[in-house]
T-cell receptor, first 112, second 117 residues
Framework: KQEVTQIPAALSVPEGENLVLNCSFT??????LQWFRQDPGKGLTSLLL?????REQTSGRLNASLDKSSGRSTLYIAASQPGDSATYLC???????????FGSGTRLLVRP | GAVVSQHPSWVICKSGTSVKIECRSL??????MFWYRQFPKQSLMLMAT?????????EQGVEKDKFLINHASLTLSTLTVTSAHPEDSSFYIC?????????????FGPGTRLTVT
């Protein structure tokens, strides 16, 4: 059974700092992995989608990497800003399923 | 592109009544839509998978007679919470998968906050 873990559960950093959020999954047989952002009381915004054949994806200050064999993904945020404060969720889509399996999220606070 | 809307964004209803939540893909077709439930400070829990023109597939432990799902077109899925009780109060989020691509990327709606009094 696929399980997704995100560490740390919460993170507080000063503005301008570069930071890394971690996501690990127990079964490497995945089709893709997505990183999402969720603001309080809101839905999910897709940040990056990495297909299983890809190693990384970049969008602006965000870079997501995928190491399928070791069951790990990282989301790198460069030059963090207070507006980056949110909960970040990663989710994997197993090869054998159409469902997304979510981690419990990392709550990020970027202090001005 | 790839925008998903939900209506209403929040609703308060009395115990015993039914509430319908709509999920629409605004600029793409979605053969498959998903309904999630989220409790405060917790991650999303998949409730059911909605396929256009066929019956929904419910996750284990989700009562199909309580949470009625209809996916009548390629852009609309509805979730009806029947005979709502206070324990049904939650944040309900839908997502839609773009039809005809191999990426299987899901796009999420803004969520509906349901409060049952």
């Amino acid at each position: 059974k696929q399980e997704v873990t995100q560490i740390p559960a919460a993170l507080s950093v000063p503005e301008g700092e570069n930071l890394v959020l971690n996501c690990s999954f127990t079964d490497s047989a995945i089709y893709n992995l997505q990183w999402f952002r969720q603001d309080p009381g809101k839905g999910l915004t897709s940040l990056l989608l990495i297909q299983s054949s890809q190693r990384e994806q970049t969008s602006g200050r965000l870079n997501a990497s995928l190491d399928k064999s070791s069951g790990r993904s990282t989301l790198y945020i460069a030059a963090s800003q207070p507006g980056d404060s949110a909960t970040y969720l990663c989710a994997v889509r197993p090869d054998s399923s159409y469902k997304l399996i979510f981690g419990s999220g990392t709550r990020l606070l970027v202090r001005p | 592109g790839a925008v998903v809307s939900q209506h209403p964004s929040w609703v308060i209803c009395k115990s015993g009544t039914s509430v319908k939540i709509e999920c629409r893909s605004l600029d793409f077709q979605a053969t498959t839509m998903f309904w999630y439930r989220q409790f405060p400070k917790q991650s999303l829990m998949l409730m059911a998978t909605s396929n256009e023109g066929s019956k929904a597939t419910y996750e284990q432990g989700v009562e199909k007679d309580k949470f009625l799902i209809n996916h009548a077109s390629l852009t609309l899925s509805t979730l009806t919470v029947t005979s709502a009780h206070p324990e049904d109060s939650s944040f309900y989020i839908c997502s839609a998968e773009v039809t005809g691509t191999s990426s299987y990327e899901q796009y999420f709606g803004p969520g509906t906050r349901l409060t049952v009094t």
